[in-house]
């Protein structure tokens, strides 16, 4: 892990597009503000999780939806209701 030390008003770059400043430092809490193409996401961390969580979740379920449908696609065999 890199540490830096900034003041107030500096930034810091990361790659060629991306630039983070410290807007505000108030006893145990900072401020940061981001600048960054449109296409870059950034999340609070907890957020980047719930989104990640979610998308396994829903991953999942498409590849469960999927296996239920591939048993009615054409050429598969269909379950008997002869008695």
Known sequence: M??????????????EDIEVYVVEVRG???RLGFKAPREVSIH?????????????????VAADALSALSTFAPGSVQPSNKK
């Open 2 to 15: 890199l540490t830096l030390t900034r003041n107030v008003g500096e930034s810091i770059r990361i790659g």
């Open 28 to 30: 145990g809490t900072v």
């Open 44 to 60: 609070r961390e907890e957020v980047y999780r719930q989104i990640a969580e979610a998308n396994s979740l829903a991953a999942e």
